[in-house]
């Protein structure tokens, strides 16, 4: 059985860092994306790390977020830095159709 439970959100103030990790099971390890959303707002993607460690960046998150993943723990991590107020969202892990319950990630001004 697929399994992601995400980790590391809280609240942060503009400028903070926060560091995420996806700890996944039941399924070798594949590629991993970072969603987020907001309240109102569409799902988008933050970022995607194929199994051969290729990084994909939207670009709201390009220069600010660092995805990467450590194949040994089947875990993935989206390190953000320089994080803004419209950062504030919640973040999902995804892997193929498979979603965590996702962490909330508040960054005041």
């Known amino acids: 059985q697929v399994h992601l439970v995400e980790s590391g959100g809280g609240l942060v103030q503009a400028g903070g860092s926060l560091r995420l990790s996806c700890a996944a099971s039941g399924f070798a390890f594949d590629v991993f994306s970072w969603y987020r959303q907001a309240p109102g707002n569409g799902r988008e993607l933050v970022a995607r790390i194929s199994s051969g460690g290729s990084a994909f960046y939207a670009d709201f998150a390009k220069g600010r977020f660092t995805i990467s993943r450590d194949g040994a723990k089947n875990t993935a991590y989206l390190q953000m830095d320089s994080l803004l107020p419209e950062d504030t969202a919640v973040y999902y892990c995804?892997?193929?159709?498979?979603r965590g319950r996702g962490t909330q990630v508040t960054v005041s001004s």
């Open positions: 995804f892997v193929g159709n498979f």
